[in-house]
């Protein structure tokens, strides 16, 4: 029953109410008020609604694993929601941090662990983006399509390892985070082990068959 109202409910939804805090965001820049420090404001929450979309992308494959539920078709909108979050977070401190001052960015990236950890995270992200049409998976072939998401996995480390740095203390919440990212790895991983191991399983009674 659960599993038939999700499937049914179509991606578009999910792009439409992923794009919300966007707008809302927005809005009240132009016509409310961010309070006291509007860019930390924005950057903060442009930050975490990108590692919270992160998760959720991450816990598709569990979900269908452990519940049988199976919500891969909102993989790609959440995938495209938290690049699309992590570019305005990385927008935002271009404009209004670095004031476009390229020297100092390039400055920030190299010399500011925490900077680079971000960045190292959305250059992980930016060829998942690119290529999560239908034109790339068909020019690229599947396997090496899913081959070049193996880059989730540093681009999480990287995101959650910025947030526990940007915090500079050992902070719960981002320690959190980064636990959640992990741990969700490490189930993929175990997913992924049990899916070879049965597939080796399968060959070998082909072979004992054919034999
Ligand atoms: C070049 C890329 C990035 C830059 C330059 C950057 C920069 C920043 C800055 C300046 C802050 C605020 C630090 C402070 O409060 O003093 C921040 C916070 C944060 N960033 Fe990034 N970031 C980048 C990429 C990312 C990515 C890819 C993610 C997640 C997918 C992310 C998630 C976060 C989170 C969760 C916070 C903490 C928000 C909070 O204060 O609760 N960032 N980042």
Known sequence: ???????????????????????????????????????????????????????????????????????????????????LYALCHFVVWILFDVQLLWGELI???????????????LVGL????????????????IVNWKRLHVLIYPAGFFAGAHYVMV?????????IYLTVILGLFAIRFVIWRKGVSSQIKKTNKVSKINL
Request: proline share 5%; charged share 20%; aromatic share 12%.
């Open 126 to 141: 930016l060829p998942l983006a690119i290529t999560s049409n239908f034109i790339s998976i068909k020019k690229l072939g």
């Open 1 to 83: 029953m659960l599993n038939k109202v999700k499937v049914n409910v179509t991606p578009r939804v999910v792009y439409a109410i992923g794009i919300l805090p966007l707008a809302y965001l927005l809005f009240i820049a132009l016509f409310g008020s961010l309070g006291v420090d509007p860019v930390k404001k924005l950057e903060h929450e442009l930050g975490g609604l990108a590692i919270k979309f992160f998760i959720a992308t991450l816990l598709i494959s569990p979900i269908r694993a452990l519940f049988s539920i199976n919500l891969t078709k909102y993989r790609r909108a959440l995938g495209l929601l938290t690049f």
């Open 107 to 121: 400055k920030d990236v190299i010399k500011r662990p925490f900077i680079s950890f971000g960045f190292l995270s």
């Open 167 to 175: 915090k500079k203390v050992w902070e719960g919440e981002a320690l």
